[in-house]
Each structure stands twice: as structure tokens, then as C-alpha cells.
């Protein structure tokens, strides 16, 4: 016959769902806190627990000191009865030794708080059980029952748990009852103090996908795939299918027979349009079949760097309406499941623009190919202008005339992008290769700053915008507070120049960018005369590795009359910024190792100088590049 602690025992874990060794662990730990709190016995004394599972019957196990003679029985034992435990036992050591007597002796408070452990223990095992068994279950379909519904949300039940269905994640027109059966999709199993919360949704797309899987056997089996959804739950969805096995019609497999297949989903989804489309690697193929049911005379791409990706679509004037849809909600939904922004137009807006500007070369150049097609047009364009009936044959004809003339624009946008694109390319090599492998998020910037600028990807992308394409960044952070900008290129230069190097470097590019510098250069004079050649010119920058151009041109002699330069006998010296003493360097370099330090700045500064002839001055002058935190690429003059 069983005891009373079996049959508690297996009820327990039937009730609540629990493993055996779950509810054994916080019986253990439930008289562990209850001898504890008997005997008042301190967190550093080692106690444990052993239940017999078919009896019922506890042991409790204290570390005890073995002593000579006990005077606290708590914590004490004598060497006798250690060596029962123990036969190697010694005075001094630590013994673990069963406490005697049953737990019935045990207080009312013991007894308590051992009941207060064993219910904290089982709940929080339950809500541990119950989040593992529904976290695998995130982003699939289960069925519900509506427990309370109200204006922010429905609670619904799933068995043993509660799930939530906030009001965007509803159908719009639904109306929910109590004790109503609903299917919903997990989206999303947080962990919490009172246990799982569970969010669950009608409207999520995946909602879609995950019916299609239920009701189409060759999703399921992946012999069709699903390549994209674009959904707004309640009205329409569109979605793109593609079969991954020859011989299958993935349009047909997913509509059915007699379109028994969709129409299961359809009423599953409160009777919501769906429109099933091949998927096309051509892109202008999908597009023209993302806007069905309106037929489609064209589609042209263009994949502008900064503007983006543009598809113009030409329709016929009769399925201009039904291409956009009610409020525009066709031409949105193929926008989704394409990627690309659709401007769509008819056939005879198209033929407006182009004759609405005389002075266009694509115009010019028809009239100068098909003047007999452009004449036939404007006849056309005037027939339908006195409300007369225009043919087929001449609709065909003014959608031929509007094909040519897009497709010439088309061309002429892909020469100027491919123009901006080389620009571009060329900016990029000058920067560090490294820049365009660094995440935005390394950046030093605030989470607002850094998820508005997320798009472009990378550190690499951000700092040619600032060269070539600034205007965009300022468009992405218009929103933002106004020292946005300013923020996002310190942000850069920090990456550029880290505030990390050692001191006296840091100081020695401060002080390059700061402070004026004398260079030795040849006279003007002799400069303007030709007599020095590129290695006189070099030598004045010994520690440079730059360039040298001849700085003699012939336009110079051609030049306006200018006041002579007088030859100096002994070398001049470059026009300085105002402020530099001369004797200032004398001085350091009098002081001891002064020299050395002075000769290191000198070299420093030399190195970001170039010597060039000023036509407006008559005379050389040295140009000096500003560091990363300045206008870069621009270089200043160190004289006035």
C-alpha cells in the first residue's frame, strides 16, 4: 500500500506538470530552511537534505567539529561518534553527522517556512517549465480561448498559460467573444517574475507564411518556397512564391484546386484578399507582376547610389486605377514585396511630360528618328484633347512612343550614375579600406543617432557622404537635435585620430596643427627664373615624401605685369603666420636637449607643408593641411 507522502508526492507532480526530481529538489531544500530556522544554525554550517521517494522518510545532514568534549550540540560532536560516520575522523576535523530525531519535531515556525519554500519552489519551477515548453514554440500557430477582451488588448488561454494580443497586433473589423476559439502566432516569450508573458498575433505576416505551410503540402515539403510576404492584415497581402523543383506551378500549388487551398486561409483571416505571384529574378518581370491584377506596358529601373532604387512603371489609362488600387494600396504592397519604390504612370501622362518640354534632347532626337510617330502622337494627343475616341492601335501606338522616349532617359541617367559612381569609387580608395569593415555601432554616438544612420552600414560609408554627399546626412538627421552632425563627425575623428595614443604624440599632432613652422625654401626670385631644379626643390623638404611639380609653367611669363622680386644674396625665408618669433627657437634650442625636441616638432610640422608658388603674392609660400578634426582636404596658407 502506498503512504501518504507517495501519493501527495505523485499528485504534485501530475498537477502542476513538474518532473519527480524537481519536486524531490525543493522538499530537500524546504526542510533544509526549516532546520535551519529551528535551530537558528548559521549560513556558513553546511546542512543537507536526502528524501526516500517511497517512504516519505527525511535524513538531515549537519556538518558538525569533532571535539573532545560538546558543549554547543549543534555544532559539536564527539570523536566516538564522528569515527560512526567517519572511521577517519580526528579532533579538529569537520564531520557530516545525521541529526538525531524525526522533523515532527520540528516548531510551527520550522514547519512554516518549510511550506513556504516547498510553494516558492514549485511555482517557480512551474514558470520555468512552462517558459521552456513555449519559448520552442515562438513564431508557430497555436489555438486559444478568449478569456476578457477589451480596448487595449485580449487575454487569451492556452491550456495551461496566458497569452496577450495587444490592438495592433489584431485584424482591424475583428470582433472577439469570450470562450471563442482563436487561432493566433507566438511572436514573441519574455521572461518574467509571474512567469512567461506571451505575445501572440493575427496581424504578423509570418502568421500568413505559417498557413501556407498548413495548407500547402509542397511549402511544407520544400518543394516551393516562399520568397516574400507584404501584408496588411485585414484588406490584401500579396505574396511571391518560387518552385525549387522542375515541373511544379508554384501559383497553382498554393491556389488549389477550384482554389479550395487559399480560400481556407482566406476565411481563416476574416476574408482577406490574397493575391499569389511568381517570383522572378528579373526584376523588371516581378515588378510588372507584383502589380497585378493591373497589366503593365513597361517597367524601367533605376538604381541611383543617392537617390535609391526607382522603378517608373507605364500603364494603359484604363488600368491606371486599378495598377495604384484604393488608396493606393496595391502600388504599396508591390513597393513591400519588391524592395523598390514604384512610380507609376500612364500612357498618356508619360507622352505629356516628354511634350510639355520643347527643349528635351529625348524629344529632339524622336523627332529627328520618327518624326512621322511623333506627328501621328501630337494628332492623337489632340483628338483625345476634343473628347473623340481614341482606337486600340493608336493607344498601342502613343505606349510605343512613351517606351522609346523612357528608355533614352534611362540611358542617359545610367551614363551620369555611372559617372557618380566612379566619383564615389574614387573617394573611397582614399580612405582606410579598414573603415568600411568598422560597424556603425563602434562609433562613440547616441542609440538615436547611431539606429538612424544604421542603413548605411558602415563607418566607411558615413565618411565619404561627409566628402561628396553631405546633404544626405543631414536629410537622415533631420529629426534629430541640431549638433547631430557635428556630433557624427567628432565621432569620426575620434576614429581617425583615437584619443588613446600616448601623450607625447598626442601632443606633437596638436601642436603640427596649431602652431606656425619656418621653412627653409629656395629665393622666389630663383624659383621664378627656373635656376633650381625638382632636387633643390626637394631638399627643402628632407623629410618629406611627396611629389614635386614643376612649379615653372609657361602660362607664368605670359602672366600680368608684375612688381620684380629683387634677388635676395642669401636665401629668404617663407611668410610665416603673424605671432612667430625667431628667437623663441634659438632660445629651445640653447636649453638643454631642446634641440632634439625642437629638430622632432620641426620635422613633424615639415611634414604636412608643401611648397607653392602664389601667383597673386609673386612669391613662394607654404601651405600647411589641416588635421582630421578640420576641413579636410583643403589646404591653408601659412602666410597672410
Keep these: 500500500m502506498r503512504s501518504e507522502f507517495e501519493v501527495a508526492f505523485n499528485e504534485i507532480t501530475e498537477l502542476r506538470s513538474l518532473p519527480r526530481e524537481v519536486v524531490l529538489e525543493a522538499l530537500q531544500t524546504a526542510l533544509v530552511s526549516a532546520y535551519r530556522r529551528d535551530t537558528t ?29 560538546v ?51 514549485i511555482r517557480e519551477a512551474e514558470r520555468n517549465s512552462l517558459f521552456d515548453e513555449f519559448v520552442e514554440r515562438e513564431g508557430d500557430l497555436v489555438t486559444g480561448t478568449v478569456q476578457n477582451a477589451n480596448a487595449n488588448a485580449i487575454t487569451l488561454s492556452l491550456g495551461r498559460a496566458e497569452a496577450v494580443m495587444p490592438r495592433n497586433q489584431q485584424i482591424p473589423g475583428e470582433r472577439y467573444k469570450p470562450y471563442d476559439k482563436v487561432r493566433v502566432y507566438v511572436v514573441e516569450v519574455k521572461r518574467t ?6 505575445v501572440v498575433s493575427r496581424s504578423h505576416r509570418n502568421m500568413l507564411r505559417r498557413l501556407l505551410e498548413y495548407e500547402v503540402p509542397e511549402i511544407f515539403n520544400g518543394q516551393v518556397d516562399i520568397k516574400n510576404i507584404a501584408r496588411e492584415a485585414g484588406y490584401r497581402s500579396k505574396v511571391a512564391v518560387a518552385a525549387l523543383q522542375e515541373g511544379i506551378d508554384p501559383v497553382g500549388a498554393c491556389v488549389g484546386m477550384r482554389g479550395i487551398r487559399i480560400q481556407n486561409i482566406v476565411k481563416e483571416l476574416h476574408d482577406e484578399k490574397i493575391d499569389v505571384i511568381e517570383w522572378s529574378s528579373n526584376q523588371e ?16 529601373l533605376e538604381d541611383d547610389p543617392d537617390a535609391g532604387r526607382t522603378a517608373v512603371v507605364i500603364v494603359p489609362d484604363d488600368q491606371l486605377s486599378l495598377a495604384i488600387g484604393r488608396e493606393g494600396q496595391n502600388a504599396r504592397l508591390a513597393a513591400k514585396l519588391t524592395g523598390w519604390r514604384i512610380d507609376i504612370k500612364s500612357v498618356t501622362e508619360a507622352v505629356y511630360e516628354v511634350l510639355n518640354r520643347p527643349g528635351s534632347p ?23 484633347a476634343a473628347s473623340r475616341t481614341i482606337m486600340p492601335e493608336e493607344y498601342a501606338l502613343m505606349g510605343k512612343f512613351a517606351d522609346y522616349v523612357q528608355r533614352r532617359q534611362v540611358a542617359k541617367r545610367e551614363a551620369a550614375r555611372q559617372a557618380r559612381i566612379a566619383e564615389i569609387n574614387a573617394v573611397k580608395a582614399t580612405l582606410p579600406q579598414g573603415m568600411f569593415q568598422l560597424p556603425i555601432t563602434s562609433l562613440d554616438l547616441p542609440d538615436e543617432i547611431i539606429e538612424v544612420l544604421q542603413p548605411l552600414e558602415n563607418v ?17 538627421l533631420v529629426n534629430l537635435p541640431s549638433d547631430s552632425l557635428a556630433r557624427v563627425q567628432a565621432a569620426l575623428d575620434k576614429v581617425v585620430l583615437p584619443e588613446d595614443l600616448p601623450a607625447e604624440e598626442l601632443a606633437e599632432v596638436e601642436a603640427v596643427a596649431e602652431q606656425p613652422a619656418v621653412l627653409d625654401v629656395p629665393p622666389a626670385a630663383a624659383v621664378l627664373a627656373g635656376e633650381l631644379d625638382d632636387e633643390a626643390v626637394a631638399a627643402a623638404f628632407a623629410d618629406d615624401h611627396v611629389e614635386i611639380e614643376p612649379l615653372v609653367k609657361p602660362r607664368v611669363a605670359a602672366a600680368a605685369p608684375r612688381k620684380p622680386v629683387p634677388a635676395p644674396v642669401k636665401p629668404e ?22 634641440g632634439k625636441k625642437q629638430k622632432k616638432k620641426s620635422k613633424e610640422r615639415n611634414q604636412r607643408r608643401a611648397l607653392v608658388y602664389d601667383e597673386d603674392r609673386g612669391q613662394v609660400v607654404a601651405k600647411r593641411r589641416r588635421k582630421g578634426s578640420r576641413n579636410r582636404g583643403d589646404w591653408d596658407d601659412d602666410a597672410e
Design 41 to 69: 544554525a548559521s549560513a556558513a554550517q553546511r546542512v543537507e537534505v536526502t528524501i526516500d521517494p517511497n517512504n516519505g522518510r527525511a535524513r538531515i545532514f549537519v556538518e558538525k567539529e569533532v571535539v573532545e568534549s
Design 71 to 121: 558543549e554547543s550540540p549543534n555544532t559539536e560532536v564527539t570523536l566516538e561518534k564522528a569515527r560512526y560516520y567517519d572511521p577517519e575522523a580526528q579532533l579538529g576535523d569537520m564531520v557530516m553527522v545525521q541529526v538525531e530525531g524525526t522533523t515532527k519535531k520540528f516548531g510551527r515556525i520550522a514547519a512554516q517556512t518549510a511550506k513556504q519554500v516547498i510553494l516558492q519552489k
Design 193 to 198: 517574475n509571474r512567469g512567461p508573458q506571451i
Design 285 to 300: 518581370e516581378f515588378i510588372a507582376k507584383a502589380l497585378s491584377p493591373a497589366r503593365v506596358n513597361g517597367v524601367y
Design 362 to 384: 529625348e524629344l529632339a532626337e524622336m523627332q529627328r528618328q520618327y518624326p512621322e510617330m511623333t506627328e501621328e502622337v501630337h494628332r492623337i494627343l489632340e483628338k483625345k
Design 460 to 476: 566607411g560609408e558615413i565618411m565619404w557622404r561627409f566628402l561628396l554627399d553631405e546633404n544626405r546626412l543631414r536629410q537622415m
Design 573 to 594: 625665408v617663407a611668410v610665416v603666420e603673424p605671432g612667430f618669433d625667431e628667437d623663441e627657437d634659438e632660445e629651445a634650442l640653447a636649453q638643454p636637449g631642446g
